[in-house]
């Protein structure tokens, strides 16, 4: 925010420092978590900076005749069609080619090591202990994760696959470049944006309107409400379930699954209301990346509302070029399967990740494989329509919520503890009665009606924006109800925030 507001500020005045202002900015920002990790950014942004400008150079004048063929792809809704078609050399070794796979190939490789190596360590580690005791064992390292690798990866790395489909120019300005891939409001957990609608705002950024101005700073505010009122707190009685030494009572898994869905989204969604009001305020608009998912009625309409960019990342750069539909529906079912599975292994290094993104993919394909059948019977009646659409909502969510308990799955014997317990709603539990005893005290009635009233303004406000078609209705209310609201929430903030609860949950990834 207050890089934001030294941008607005200087840079109106002094314009040309807008740029130098922004890339200074960003990158104390994300130093301040340890300056150590700059160090890999840089160094992957210069290794892509390079291979971007070969490739350009490699294809000569008709480096961008796919440009907006690949604009229009990336802005539409259909697999099927590769970005940016034509473009690149059409001979598998090439000089463009093999700077592409140089430049993809360190990213992962930058990936892999920070990310994955101790996930693979352990995991070799526990096969040799089953079955080769006396086999070769990798040596243990003490590896720093940067925050948002995960992100500022896929970033530059749509960059420089863009810059080969002829998609974009390759940018000649390192500074811009870096720029580009730490823009401060969205470099730890997103939006992952495009460089053909971020770049060409970043090389001349543009001044802010008054409009944009307030719309950015409510929708800023609106995003911290959600985070410190909403998110911390229900964590509060999400923790008290998934992180008991025995099994919960009865029940207590469902409504923690519920709970710790809501919890997931007012702090994701939050953070990128924060991210997109902050970018605004300085006239810059971040990409939508949340379209109120929990009124999706389907999972694949779930997965075009929820975490968007990633979802149209992976549309882009890996279904479509494992060949998405055009090889028939059981091909089309490996293709969705294969990209969830590295979907659920780009949020996490663990089994419950891994375990996760395989379960969203089957939950994709079995809704299409059921989708022709369903539309059949919605056509039948009104009635039939309208019960299918509300019980394709309750669905929807009940899965997603409860496939985010993996989130928390640590170990293959912690998967198992809770696919057990998961659905156990009498008896005393998988733990037996001493486990019930132990944690029904946090779960008392008045705890609930507790996460209810936490939760209540988020039910409300997705009503109200369902009910108008937009997402951002605050400023559009008339002004005495307008400040209502502010004076409401700002009570609410004060009195009941839960202001301990630590960083964002997707800055882990």
Same mark, same amino acid.
Request: proline share 5%; charged share 15%.
């Given at each position: 925010?207050?890089?934001?507001?030294?941008?607005? =500020?200087?840079?109106?005045?002094?314009?040309?420092?807008?740029?130098?202002? /922004?890339?200074?900015?960003?990158?104390?920002?994300?130093?301040?978590?340890?300056?150590?990790?700059?160090?890999?950014?840089?160094?992957?942004?210069?290794?892509?900076?390079?291979?971007? @400008?070969?490739?350009?150079?490699?294809?000569?004048?008709?480096?961008?005749?796919?440009? #907006?063929?690949?604009?229009?792809?990336?802005?539409?809704?259909?697999?099927?069609?590769?970005?940016? =078609?034509?473009?690149?050399?059409?001979?598998?070794? $090439?000089?463009?080619?093999?700077?592409?796979?140089?430049?993809?190939?360190?990213?992962? @490789?930058? /990936?892999?090591?920070?990310?994955?190596?101790?996930?693979?360590?352990?995991?070799?580690?526990?096969?040799?202990?089953?079955?080769?005791?006396?086999?070769?064992?990798?040596?243990?390292?003490?590896?720093?994760?940067?925050?948002?690798? $995960?992100?500022?990866?896929?970033?530059?790395?749509?960059?420089?696959?863009?810059?080969?489909?002829?998609?974009?120019?390759?940018?000649?300005?390192?500074?811009?470049?870096?720029?580009?891939?730490?823009?401060?409001?969205?470099?730890?957990?997103?939006?992952?944006?495009?460089? #053909?609608?971020?770049?060409?705002?970043?090389?001349?950024?543009?001044?802010? =309107?008054?409009?944009?101005?307030?719309?950015?700073?409510?929708?800023?505010?609106?995003?911290?409400?959600?985070?410190?009122?909403?998110?911390?707190?229900?964590?509060?009685?999400?923790?008290?379930?998934?992180?008991?030494?025995?099994?919960?009572?009865?029940?207590?898994?469902?409504?923690?699954?519920?709970?710790?869905?809501?919890?997931?989204?007012?702090?994701?969604?939050?953070?990128?209301?924060?991210?997109?009001?902050?970018?605004?305020?300085?006239?810059?608009?971040?990409?939508?990346?949340?379209?109120?998912?929990? %009124?999706?009625?389907?999972?694949?309409?779930?997965?075009?509302?929820?975490?968007?960019?990633?979802?149209?990342?992976?549309?882009?750069?890996?279904?479509?070029?494992?060949?998405? #539909?055009?090889?028939?529906?059981?091909?089309?079912?490996?293709?969705?399967?294969?990209?969830?599975?590295?979907?659920?292994?780009?949020?996490?290094?663990?089994?419950?990740?891994?375990?996760?993104?395989?379960?969203?993919?089957?939950?994709?394909?079995?809704?299409?494989?059921?989708?022709?059948?369903?539309?059949?019977?919605?056509? =039948?009646?009104?009635?039939?329509?309208?019960?299918? %659409?509300?019980?394709?909502?309750?669905?929807?969510?009940?899965?997603?919520?409860?496939?985010?308990?993996?989130?928390?799955?640590?170990?293959?014997?912690?998967?198992?503890?809770?696919?057990?317990?998961?659905?156990?709603?009498?008896?005393?539990?998988?733990?037996?009665?001493?486990?019930?005893?132990?944690?029904?005290?946090?779960?008392?009635?008045?705890?609930?009606?507790?996460?209810?009233?936490?939760?209540?303004?988020?039910? %409300?406000?997705?009503?109200?924006?369902?009910?108008?078609?937009?997402?951002?209705?605050?400023?559009?209310?008339?002004?005495?109800?307008?400040?209502?609201?502010?004076?409401?929430?700002?009570? %609410?903030?004060?009195?009941?925030?839960?202001?301990?609860?630590?960083?964002?949950?997707?800055?882990?990834?």
């Amino acid at each position: 925010m207050c890089i934001g507001v030294l941008r607005y =500020t200087l840079g109106a005045r002094w314009p040309r420092s807008r740029t130098t202002i /922004l890339l200074t900015g960003s990158l104390a920002f994300y130093g301040y978590w340890d300056w150590r990790i700059l160090g890999l950014l840089i160094a992957t942004v210069a290794v892509n900076y390079v291979a971007a @400008l070969r490739i350009f150079r490699a294809r000569g004048p008709a480096a961008t005749a796919g440009e #907006n063929a690949g604009e229009e792809a990336l802005e539409g809704d259909a697999p099927g069609r590769p970005v940016g =078609t034509g473009a690149g050399s059409g001979r598998y070794w $090439s000089v463009d080619r093999l700077w592409l796979w140089l430049a993809v190939g360190f990213n992962l @490789l930058c /990936l892999g090591i920070f990310k994955y190596y101790l996930f693979v360590q352990g995991v070799w580690a526990q096969l040799l202990a089953a079955h080769w005791e006396n086999g070769p064992g990798l040596p243990v390292l003490e590896i720093l994760l940067p925050v948002g690798i $995960s992100f500022y990866t896929f970033q530059i790395t749509a960059y420089t696959v863009d810059v080969f489909r002829g998609v974009v120019a390759a940018e000649r300005s390192f500074a811009n470049l870096l720029l580009f891939t730490t823009y401060f409001p969205q470099l730890v957990a997103g939006p992952i944006e495009r460089a #053909n609608r971020l770049l060409p705002l970043l090389r001349s950024p543009p001044d802010p =309107t008054y409009d944009q101005f307030r719309t950015g700073l409510i929708l800023a505010c609106w995003g911290i409400f959600k985070k410190v009122f909403i998110a911390d707190n229900l964590s509060r009685f999400v923790d008290i379930v998934l992180i008991a030494e025995v099994s919960p009572p009865p029940g207590a898994y469902f409504v923690a699954a519920c709970v710790f869905a809501v919890q997931i989204y007012a702090d994701f969604s939050g953070y990128t209301d924060v991210a997109r009001g902050v970018s605004r305020m300085m006239g810059i608009e971040l990409t939508l990346n949340f379209n109120l998912p929990f %009124l999706a009625s389907n999972p694949a309409d779930f997965w075009r509302r929820w975490h968007i960019t990633l979802g149209a990342f992976l549309r882009d750069y890996v279904y479509i070029p494992l060949g998405g #539909n055009r090889a028939g529906p059981l091909f089309q079912a490996r293709n969705i399967l294969i990209v969830w599975t590295l979907g659920g292994l780009w949020h996490g290094a663990s089994i419950g990740f891994l375990v996760w993104g395989f379960y969203c993919g089957a939950l994709v394909v079995a809704y299409g494989v059921c989708a022709p059948l369903i539309r059949r019977l919605a056509d =039948t009646h009104w009635s039939v329509a309208r019960l299918l %659409l509300y019980g394709g909502r309750v669905f929807t969510f009940l899965t997603f919520a409860h496939g985010l308990l993996l989130f928390r799955v640590d170990s293959t014997d912690h998967l198992w503890h809770v696919i057990e317990n998961v659905f156990w709603f009498f008896g005393d539990g998988v733990g037996g009665a001493a486990g019930v005893d132990a944690v029904h005290a946090g779960l008392s009635s008045a705890l609930l009606w507790q996460m209810l009233f936490y939760i209540w303004p988020l039910i %409300l406000m997705q009503a109200i924006q369902h009910w108008r078609g937009r997402l951002e209705v605050i400023g559009e209310f008339a002004w005495p109800v307008r400040y209502v609201v502010y004076v409401v929430g700002g009570v %609410l903030f004060l009195l009941f925030g839960e202001f301990g609860g630590g960083a964002f949950f997707y800055f882990q990834f």
